[in-house]
Nanobody, 126 residues
């Protein structure tokens, strides 16, 4: 089974950019759909973006559409989240998640995923 590990979080000013990475070991990465979620203090975990096992099927939450880009490199067992035009409301712990999938189904809820990373903090200052 795959074990995701996030990196790349930090402190950034509003309007800035940040790129998160999620490396997954312990499984055949190319057989997993990958998702990004985030959780702000006092709020529930929410969907951010997801990408199918081969990359062509991608979904975004409305709140990040046009600002964030998800991609993956199966040769490096890594999925990325490029975040731009960051806002203070993007401040949260960002989690990477995985589930076995060979299709292009839309996986946008936390219950869709079986394996989770520990999260990386993203703080956007105003």
């Amino acid at each position: 089974q795959v074990q995701p590990v996030e990196s790349g979080g930090g402190l950034v000013q509003a309007g800035g950019s940040l790129k998160l990475s999620c490396s997954a070991s312990g499984g055949t990465f190319s057989t997993y759909a990958m998702g990004w979620f985030r959780q702000a203090p006092g709020k529930e975990r929410e969907f951010v973006a997801s990408i199918s096992w081969s990359g062509p099927a991608i979904w975004y939450a409305d709140s990040v559409k046009g600002r964030f880009t998800v991609s993956r490199d199966n040769a490096k067992n890594t999925v990325y989240l490029q975040m731009g035009s960051l806002k203070p409301e993007d401040t949260a712990v960002y989690y990477c998640a995985a589930r076995r999938s060979f299709g292009s189904a839309r996986y946008v809820t936390a219950e869709d995923y079986d394996y989770w990373g520990q999260g990386t903090q993203v703080t956007v200052s105003s």
